[in-house]
């Protein structure tokens, strides 16, 4: 059983930055395909980031690119968010995801691909 637990949110103004994690515990966190996802009041969880298990590629939606960072640690079992100059509509709560099998191909945007998913963390900006 992998268990995903997030951290680092909170309330930050427009043009901020904030710093997510994802501890895991439970299994073979180097070989996990990792992303975030996060769902906005009143809307669908969406894509946000994801990094694959070997050389750390990575992968973003449109909406973030160039302003956020994902990274992961295999040795601390963590994967981390960076979030820099962060606007309202970046308000939602934030979730974690796993995929156990990363090193086959999957779709990295989409839920269904994602085995294992934290409780989520809220991140709101002000303007």
């Known amino acids: 059983q992998v268990q995903l637990v997030e951290s680092g949110g909170g309330l930050v103004q427009a043009g901020g930055s904030l710093r997510l994690s994802c501890a895991a515990s439970g299994g073979t966190f180097s070989t996990y395909g990792m992303g975030w996802f996060r769902q906005a009041p009143g809307k669908e969880r969406v894509f946000v980031a994801a990094?694959?298990?070997?050389?750390?590629?990575?992968f973003y939606a449109d909406s973030v690119k160039g302003r956020f960072t994902i990274s992961r640690d295999n040795a601390k079992n963590t994967v981390t968010l960076q979030m820099n100059s962060l606007k309202p509509e970046d308000t939602a709560v934030y979730y974690c995801a796993a995929r156990i099998s990363g090193r086959t191909y999957y779709n990295k945007g989409k839920e269904s691909d994602y085995d294992y998913w934290g409780q989520g963390t809220q991140v709101t900006v002000s303007s």
């Open positions: 990094i694959s298990w070997s050389v750390g590629n990575t």
